[in-house]
Nanobody
Framework: QVRLVESGGGLVQPGGSLRLSCAAS????????LGWFRQAPGKEREYVAA????????YYADSVKGRFTISRDNAKNTVYLMMNMLKPEDTAVYYC?????????????????WGQGTQVTVSS
């Protein structure tokens, strides 16, 4: 069992930046691939970014490529999502997730554990 807790959300103006963190407890953090997803009101949860267990491979949705960066620190059991050049359409609840096995970065079914989410609002 892995418990995931997100933090770092908040209100930011368009063009601004935020860094989300997701801390894990229990389980062997370094053996899991990790992903970030988001869900806006009235919309389905969508994939944002993912990172392999050792951090060597990263993946991004086209909508965030070049603006967001995913990273992990296995010594701190934490995964990060650095979000730059934020847009109003980035407004959503952001979730981190952990999964094991053959990596399918953008498949929600791949991930076994999910955090409770953190709200990101981009507005002037």
């Amino acid at each position: 069992q892995v418990r995931l807790v997100e933090s770092g959300g908040g209100l930011v103006q368009p063009g601004g930046s935020l860094r989300l963190s997701c801390a894990a407890s229990r389980g062997t953090f370094s053996s899991y691939a990790l992903g970030w997803f988001r869900q806006a009101p009235g919309k389905e949860r969508e994939y944002v970014a993912a990172i392999s267990w050792n951090g060597e491979s990263t993946y991004y949705a086209d909508s965030v490529k070049g603006r967001f960066t995913i990273s992990r620190d296995n010594a701190k059991n934490t995964v990060y999502l650095m979000m730059n050049m934020l847009k109003p359409e980035d407004t959503a609840v952001y979730y981190c997730a952990a999964g094991a096995g053959s990596f399918l970065p953008d498949h929600t079914d791949y991930y076994d554990y999910w955090g409770q989410g953190t709200q990101v609002t981009v507005s002037s």
